[in-house]
Nanobody, 122 residues
Framework: QVQLVESGGGLVQAGGSLTLSCVAS????????MGWYRQAPGKQRELVAD???????NYADSVKGRFTISRENAKNTVNLQMNTLKTEDTAVYYC????????????????WGQGIQVTVSS
């Protein structure tokens, strides 16, 4: 059974940092692209960052320069380092496997984790 388990969420003050981790099982991790999504109350789910099997990265404009996605293939783990957090970063964050599809190589999700809450206070 495929499982993605997120950890590292919680409450942090604006301007602070958190690092999320996601441990995957049931997949050949090194062959999968991985991504982080988030969904705030009343808003659509947003792709925050993704990383290819080779380590190339992409970020949403809203987090570019503040967040860093990375992977540790030996640990079947993908991380999201979040710096200079803002109240608008408050959301449930989801880890997902993925692949790139279409002519523009859009990240397309496969399996999902359960989500983890990140709350940024003012």
């Amino acid at each position: 059974q495929v499982q993605l388990v997120e950890s590292g969420g919680g409450l942090v003050q604006a301007g602070g940092s958190l690092t999320l981790s996601c441990v995957a099982s049931g997949i050949i991790f090194r062959l999968n692209a991985m991504g982080w999504y988030r969904q705030a109350p009343g808003k659509q789910r947003e792709l925050v960052a993704d990383i290819t099997s080779g380590g190339s990265t992409n970020y949403a404009d809203s987090v570019k320069g503040r967040f860093t996605i990375s992977r540790e293939n030996a640990k079947n783990t993908v991380n999201l380092q979040m710096n200079t957090l803002k109240t608008e970063d408050t959301a449930v964050y989801y880890c997902a496997t993925g692949r790139y599809t279409g002519w523009n190589r859009t990240f397309t999700s496969g399996y999902w984790g359960q989500g983890i809450q990140v709350t940024v206070s003012s």
